[in-house]
C-alpha cells in the first residue's frame, strides 16, 4: 500500500511519492506542484480547491478562505457564503485534492499519508492536522516535522554529510529553526524551535499597510470598509515583494475601493530599501528562537557547519542578508526550497515501508515542547495550586519515558485529577491542557502520599500518561491522543456527515475553471477599452463551458489565451509543473 508524503502548507501544499529509489513530486490538475492553500465555497455551494481558489481570492474574498493552517488546533470557525468550516475541515479539502491529484498520477486509490507540520506545532495543533487527515480520508501513519522532513532530503542526497547542520524554515505563516547532526546517514535532531504566527505572508501584509500609510490611509479601516481594495492591493504587494529580488523599485497603485486598478492614478514607487526598512522588525523576531534553539543545543553560533534555506520566504534578499550578518555565514538553498519538504515526507514514508533504498537511513527527533503535569506549591504552610511541573523537557529526543513522583496535599485524600499541559510557562494555565486522567485508589492516611507519574512520548506526538499508586499497587492509564480532546465520538460523526454532503468542483473541469477565475481577477486590471473585449470573450467562454462539450470550450479556451498573451497577461498554467 503507497503511503504518500504531503507537505500541508499555509501557503502552498504539495506531495510527493517515494518510487523507483527516490522521492518524486506529484502534479497537480494543473500540472503544477504547487497547490494553493485556499478554499473557496461557489456560489452554488462546490468547493473549490487550489489555483482556481486563489484567483478568487482577488474577486471574491468573502469566498474564500486562506492561511487557515494558523487557526490549527482552534476551534475557531471560518465563514464562506452561507456555511462556516473549522480548519481542520478546510484543511482537509486541501488534503482531498492532493490525494485526487496522486491518485490520477500513481492510477492507484491512495489512503495513507505522511503530513509534515512546522516543529513548532503544539500537540493541538498535530492532533487537528491527524484530523483533518482522516477527514479526507487519509490515515495519517506518522506526523513529522517540516524541518526534520527537509533535512531527510538533504541527508538523502549527501551521503558523505557529517555536519551540525541549522534548518531554517519561513513559509507562509510559520517559521521554524532546527538544529541537527548529520553523521553518515544518521540523523539527529537536537533542538527545535519556533513561532507559530510569523511568516511570509506577514511581510506581504506588513508591505500592504506601508503602502496604504503612503497614500494616507489605515489598513484597519480599509479592511473593515473595503475588504475589495485591500485584498487587491495585498494580491499587488505579493507580485511586488517578489519582484524586489530582481528590481530595485517597483510602483503600485491603489486600488479603488471596489477592488478595481485604475493605471490612471498616480502609483507610488516603492525602493528595494525602502521595503526592506519595513521589514526590518520581522526579520528582527526571526532571531529569537534561532537564539532559544542554539541554546537548547548548547552550542555557539560558530560551531553550526552550515545553514539550511527552506520555505518559500528565505527566498527573501533582506532575510539571506540579515541571517549572513548575524550567524556570520552566507546561509545555503541547495534544493528547491518549496520542495525539499514534501520529498522529506516522501523518504519518511519510505523508512516506514521499509524501503531498501532507505534501509541505511536513521532519523532521532526531539519534542517541541516541555510536558508536565499541573501541582500546587507550599508556600508559608500553604498549599498553592495551579503550577506547572515539568516531566519531560522541551528538546528531549523522542521516543522518551520519564518518571517522577508526587504526592497528595492533604490528610484522607484517596483522588487527585491529574491536569497534563504542554508548554514553558511556570503557572499550569499558561500552558496547553492536553488532557486529564483522574487518579483514585489511594489509600486513607496522612497527606504526602506517594504517587508515581511516568509520561512516554513518541514521534507522533502520541503522549501515554501512567500513574502508580505504590501503597495500593493501582495503576492508571490515559492515551491522550484523540483527535481533538474537547471533541466527543458523536461530534466528529456531526462533521464527517456535514462533508460527506460537500459537492467538490470537478478535477477535470478545474483547468477552465482556472482559466476563469484568472481572467476575471486581471478584469480589474485591463485598461477600460479592452475590458469590454474581453468581458465578451468570457461570456463565450462560460457559455462553451456551460455545453459540456469539450471541442466546443476547448475552442473558445485557446482563443482567450491568445487575447491574453498578445496583450501582454501571463497565464502560466502548468509552468513549474
Ligand atoms: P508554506 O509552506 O507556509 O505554505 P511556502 O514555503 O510555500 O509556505 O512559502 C510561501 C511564502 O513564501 C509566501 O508568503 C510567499 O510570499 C513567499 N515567497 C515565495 N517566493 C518568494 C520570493 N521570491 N520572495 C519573497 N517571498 C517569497
Ligand atoms: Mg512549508
Known amino acids: 500500500m503507497t503511503i504518500i508524503g504531503i507537505d500541508l502548507g499555509t501557503t502552498n501544499s504539495l506531495s510527493a511519492v517515494f518510487e523507483s529509489e527516490r522521492p518524486v513530486l506529484i502534479p497537480s490538475a494543473h500540472g503544477r506542484y504547487l497547490t494553493p492553500s485556499v478554499v473557496a465555497r461557489l456560489e452554488d455551494g462546490q468547493i ?6 486563489k484567483e478568487l481570492r482577488v474577486t471574491k474574498p468573502h469566498l474564500c478562505a486562506s492561511r487557515f493552517k494558523r487557526l490549527m488546533g482552534t476551534q475557531e470557525a471560518i465563514q464562506l457564503g452561507n456555511q462556516s468550516f473549522t480548519a481542520p475541515e478546510l484543511s482537509s479539502f486541501v488534503l482531498r485534492s492532493l490525494k485526487s491529484d496522486a491518485e490520477k498520477f500513481l492510477s492507484k486509490t491512495i489512503s495513507k499519508a505522511v503530513i509534515t507540520v512546522p516543529a513548532y506545532f503544539n500537540d493541538l495543533q498535530r492532533r487537528a492536522t491527524r484530523f483533518a487527515g482522516e477527514l479526507a480520508g487519509l490515515e495519517v501513519v506518522r506526523v513529522i516535522n517540516e524541518p526534520t522532513a527537509a533535512a531527510l532530503t538533504y541527508g538523502f542526497y549527501d551521503r558523505d554529510l557529517r555536519k551540525k547542520l541549522m534548518v531554517i524554515d519561513l513559509g507562509g505563516g510559520t517559521f521554524d529553526v532546527t538544529i541537527m547532526e548529520v553523521f553518515e546517514r544518521m540523523l539527529e535532531i537536537i533542538a527545535s524551535a519556533g513561532e507559530s504566527m510569523l511568516g511570509g505572508e506577514d511581510f506581504t501584509d506588513k508591505m500592504a499597510s506601508n503602502v496604504l500609510m503612503k497614500f494616507g490611509l489605515q489598513s484597519e479601516v480599509v479592511e473593515h470598509k473595503y475588504p475589495l481594495q485591500l485584498a487587491r492591493l495585498k494580491q499587488k504587494c505579493e507580485e511586488a515583494k517578489l519582484k524586489l529580488l ?11 475601493q471596489s477592488g478595481d486598478v485604475d493605471p490612471s492614478k498616480q502609483p507610488v514607487s516603492i525602493h528595494r530599501d525602502e521595503f526592506e526598512k519595513w521589514m526590518e522588525p520581522l526579520l528582527t523576531r526571526l532571531m529569537r528562537p534561532i537564539e532559544r534553539a542554539i541554546g537548547d543545543a548548547n552550542l555557539d553560533v560558530n560551531q553550526l557547519d552550515e545553514i539550511l534555506l527552506v520555505g518559500g520566504a528565505t527566498r527573501m534578499d533582506c532575510l539571506q542578508k540579515f541571517l549572513a550578518s548575524r550567524l556570520k555565514r552566507k546561509p545555503l538553498c541547495q534544493y528547491n526550497p518549496d520542495e525539499v519538504v514534501a520529498m522529506g515526507a516522501a523518504i519518511q514514508a519510505a523508512l516506514i515501508e521499509d524501503n531498501a533504498a532507505v534501509e541505511d537511513m536513521v532519523m532521532t527527533d526531539v519534542c517541541p515542547h516541555t510536558l ?6 507550599l508556600f508559608g504552610g500553604e498549599f498553592i495550586p495551579g503550577y506547572f511541573e515539568p516531566i519531560i523537557h522541551r528538546n528531549t529526543t523522542i521516543p522518551v519515558s520519564k518518571e517522577k513522583q508526587f504526592s497528595t496535599v492533604s490528610a484522607n485524600q484517596t483522588e487527585v485529577q491529574l491536569r497534563v499541559y504542554q508548554g514553558e510557562g511556570r503557572r499550569a494555565e499558561d500552558n496547553l491542557l492536553l488532557g486529564e486522567l483522574k487518579v483514585d485508589g489511594i489509600p486513607l ?3 504526602g502520599a506517594p504517587f508515581d507519574v511516568r509520561f512516554s512520548y513518541d514521534p507522533s506526538g502520541i503522549l501515554e500518561v501512567e500513574v502508580v499508586v505504590p501503597q495500593s499497587g493501582k495503576t492508571h492509564r490515559a492515551v491522550i491522543s484523540h483527535p481533538d480532546s474537547r471533541m466527543n465520538p458523536k461530534q466528529v460523526e456531526q462533521i464527517v456527515r456535514k462533508l460527506q454532503k460537500v459537492k467538490f468542483y470537478p478535477r477535470d473541469l478545474l483547468e477552465n475553471k482556472l482559466l476563469l477565475s484568472y481572467c476575471e481577477r486581471i478584469l480589474g486590471e485591463v485598461p477600460i477599452h479592452l475590458r469590454e473585449e474581453l468581458n465578451g470573450m468570457l461570456d463565450v467562454f462560460e457559455n462553451s463551458l456551460r455545453s ?12 482567450l489565451r491568445i487575447w491574453l498573451s498578445s496583450h501582454g497577461f501571463t497565464f502560466d498554467e502548468g509552468s513549474d509543473g
Open 48 to 53: 473549490l480547491v487550489g489555483d482556481a481558489a
Open 246 to 256: 530582481a528590481t530595485e523599485a517597483v510602483e503600485i497603485s491603489l486600488p479603488s
Open 372 to 377: 508536565g503535569i499541573e501541582v500546587s506549591k
Open 445 to 447: 492516611g496522612r497527606s
Open 548 to 559: 459540456g462539450d469539450p471541442s466546443f470550450y476547448e475552442l473558445a479556451r485557446n482563443q
